[in-house]
């Protein structure tokens, strides 16, 4: 899974005919799943530790057994702030609630999800009505994917679809409120600005060219990106900085300098100061680390 852009994830599935995977993540000290959307559907249960898990405008704190449906499109992120932190995530393309190709039934049950006309709003803890059921269906799903025995993409499809079913049947909210049709509106728009930011993180970016990204004041531009991140355009900025000169310490031979200027630092002093306000340590001691 990608883990350093502030945009639509490209997410690695098994392959085009079988649009699904199973990640189990390890986070490290203060780690972060960065705000990202990608059209497919996804299952987070946390298994180990706590994390701040957001989607859309609302956050959680997600402890061990707690299972949380991410509906297609829709901006979400997790953030540790524990060094011991473990999740699933299941991820699987609407395509694999089909049996088979023609599956007309399929379409009438989740191209509603797919066009936001509804959405699954689900966030269970152990001992909620209907947990029991939907965390052994994740529990055989993940199973079937990973023994990789005889017939199991029929299995794993079949899972996918009975589970997508119950979440639906019931967790569907209609997207009729005006409010929530605001927010998704909102959110579409700030999803061009995240592909801006993935590609020029390294320039300067100012306030007022990002608020002329998505049609608003400055004024109603920062109110709403912080609805939206939890964060300040700034520190949105910074942390995204961070993240990939992380990417370059661990994977580049390039001198911290050298990094430093390639995710638009002013300077070395300044790169060291951002890194370690926001990762705890220097870079030169992060690296040392790997």
Same mark, same amino acid.
């Given at each position: 899974?990608?883990? !350093? ?8 599935l098994?392959?085009?005919a ?10 490290? *000290? ?8 990608? $059209?497919h ?7 180990? @530790?706590?994390?701040? +898990?957001?989607? @859309? ?10 299972? +949380? ?10 953030y540790?702030? $524990? #060094? ?27 191209s ?15 001992? *909620? ?47 009729? *409120? ?9 959110? *579409? =728009? ?8 993935? #590609?020029?993180?390294?320039e300067?970016?100012?306030l007022? $060219?990002?608020?002329? +990204? ?10 709403t ?11 949105y ?8 000169a992380?990417?370059?310490?661990? !994977?580049t ?12 630092c @002013? ?12 990762r ?8 040392? =680390?790997?």
């Amino acid at each position: 899974m990608i883990r !350093n852009k502030f945009m639509q994830e490209s997410t690695e599935l098994a392959h085009r005919a079988f649009p699904i995977n199973v990640f189990h993540t390890a986070f490290r *000290d203060r780690d972060v799943l960065a705000l990202h959307w990608h $059209e497919h559907f996804e299952i987070i249960r946390v298994e180990r @530790g706590q994390a701040v +898990i957001q989607i @859309g405008g609302q956050h959680w704190l997600g402890k061990p057994g707690d299972l +949380i449906f991410v509906n297609s499109g829709e901006l979400h992120s997790v953030y540790s702030p $524990e #060094r011991d932190f473990l999740m699933y995530a299941v991820v699987f393309h609407p395509s694999m609630t089909a049996l088979h190709a023609s599956d007309s039934d399929s379409f009438e049950l989740v191209s509603p999800y797919t066009a936001g006309v509804k959405s699954i709003a689900a966030k269970l803890t152990p001992g *909620d009505d209907h947990y029991a059921t939907l965390n052994g269906m994740l529990d055989l799903l993940i199973a079937e994917f990973r023994g990789g025995e005889p017939y199991y993409e029929q299995s794993v499809r079949a899972l996918c679809r009975a589970m997508f079913a119950c979440f639906a049947r019931w967790f569907s909210e209609d997207a009729a *409120d005006v409010r929530l049709q605001g927010f998704r509106r909102k959110a *579409d =728009r700030f999803k061009t600005l995240l592909d801006v930011i993935g #590609r020029r993180y390294m320039e300067r970016i100012t306030l007022e $060219e990002a608020a002329g +990204i998505v049609h608003l004041s400055p004024y109603h531009f920062c109110k709403t990106f912080k609805q939206l991140t939890g964060l300040t355009f700034v520190q949105y900025v910074n942390l995204h900085r961070v993240q990939e000169a992380d990417r370059m310490l661990r !994977n580049t031979s390039l001198s911290v300098s050298e990094i430093a200027d390639k995710v638009g630092c @002013g300077s070395l002093q300044s790169f060291s100061k951002l890194y370690k306000q926001l990762r705890g340590a220097s870079p030169s001691r992060a690296r040392l =680390r790997e």
